[in-house]
């Protein structure tokens, strides 16, 4: 088997091929690369990384430089120098340790092994998925959750929303008697809400294009929905504003911050963009009274919180190693004969796996 893996993601100080790459839709790259041929490919975006696995036949021509031109065609930008290229072995353990947990900006999170399932789901929806990557999938699958259940890595584990939490926690030491305006519905958002309720904020409001989400997400908090149109006007209220829209372009403008910031009297408005694309125009930091955190931003919270995680996180890379090398072993199996069995002792969402894999 040949398996290439083009990866953007956080640790990247420039995020602009990141941000172009999140702005395609999975389902768009998938048809793109079966019309052009290719029979397998999985993608996984998520705000802090977008990737791409291709695998075929060892003679098959998977050059990368051309998977990112097919990428710069759909994303219509360049997307520079700064993907990071893997190949077979380094491709398959890179996959295995981003469903463990242990390539996310918050090192041990739990929403990189669902945002894995949806890519392998979404694949195979699209025909793009044969033996190879329905096997390394669900291996990845397999082994992210024997990491979250056998060693302490998600113990205490921290999400990109509860890490945007705690900063707007240091911001003001505490947040009880402060408002919070969450844009945006979905799962981060949900996050948020979840982590904000919890540290006692007195008000929290959601806005979401849809209503009907931005309602139900608010009533689970017993919080307050408004009209996605009428979020501007819950500016002037808000002490903090988390952005996780999804949207494909910037929807707090720094004209909305500014009209925003002219009726709030003097107070600071502190902003928390954590979307990809981004949500929040990064010139709204130049308003005298305003200032915008990005994902790049909450990275020094993330620092302090691993500092006494090295034992948990050395026990699920280890687990990593063994299980991408007993995946190594079953690919060169198929060329080489006979062919090995990986089994699965673990179940990853509810459902049983299939357990081996003949010859």
Not at 58 to 82: C, F, H, K, M, R
Not at 202 to 219: E, P
Not at 291 to 318: G, P
Not at 353 to 359: F, K, Q, R, T, V
Request: proline share 2%; aromatic share 6%; glycine share 6%.
């Amino acid at each position: 088997m040949k398996l290439v893996c083009l990866s953007w993601s956080h640790r990247d100080r420039v995020c602009a091929a990141r941000e172009a790459l999140a702005s395609v839709p999975v389902e768009r790259v998938l048809l793109e690369l079966k019309t052009r041929g290719f029979a397998e490919a999985v993608a996984v975006s998520t705000c802090n990384r977008f990737e791409l696995y291709v695998a075929g036949q060892a003679d098959q021509d998977l050059a990368a430089a051309g998977l990112v031109a097919i990428l710069e065609e759909l994303a219509e930008t360049s997307l520079g120098p700064q993907a990071e290229i893997r190949e077979d072995a380094a491709a398959v353990d890179h996959l295995l340790a981003v469903a463990a947990g242990l390539d996310s900006l918050v090192v041990g999170e739990t929403e990189i092994l669902g945002q894995v399932k949806t890519g392998y789901e979404k694949a195979m929806a699209a025909g793009m998925t044969g033996k190879r990557l329905n096997v390394l999938f669900q291996r990845a699958l397999f082994v992210g959750k024997k990491v979250r259940t056998e060693t302490a890595l998600a113990s205490g584990s921290l999400s990109v929303p509860s890490v945007a939490v705690q900063l707007a926690e240091t911001i003001f030491g505490r947040l009880e008697g402060k408002c919070a305006l969450i844009l945006g519905a979905g799962a981060m958002s949900e996050l948020a809400a979840k982590h904000l309720a919890a540290r006692g904020v007195s008000k929290l409001v959601v806005a979401n294009r849809t209503w009907d989400r931005a309602y139900q997400l608010a009533a689970r908090y017993q919080g307050e929905a408004v009209k996605w149109e009428t979020f501007p006007a819950e500016l002037e209220r808000a002490d903090v504003v988390i952005s996780s829209t999804g949207a494909p372009a910037a929807v707090l403008t720094r004209a909305i911050v500014s009209e925003a910031v002219r009726r709030r009297g003097g107070r600071s408005l502190f902003l928390i963009d954590i979307a990809m694309p981004r949500d929040i125009e990064e010139s709204v930091h130049a308003i005298d009274g305003v200032y915008l955190y990005r994902l790049e931003d909450l990275e020094a919270i993330v620092a302090k919180n691993m500092a006494s995680r090295a034992e948990a996180v050395a026990a699920a890379r280890r687990i990593v190693d063994a299980k991408a090398a007993e995946f190594a072993a079953w690919a060169r199996s198929l060329s080489s004969g006979p062919e090995l069995s990986l089994k699965h002792a673990d179940r990853t969402d509810g459902r049983v796996l299939d357990a081996e894999y003949p010859g």
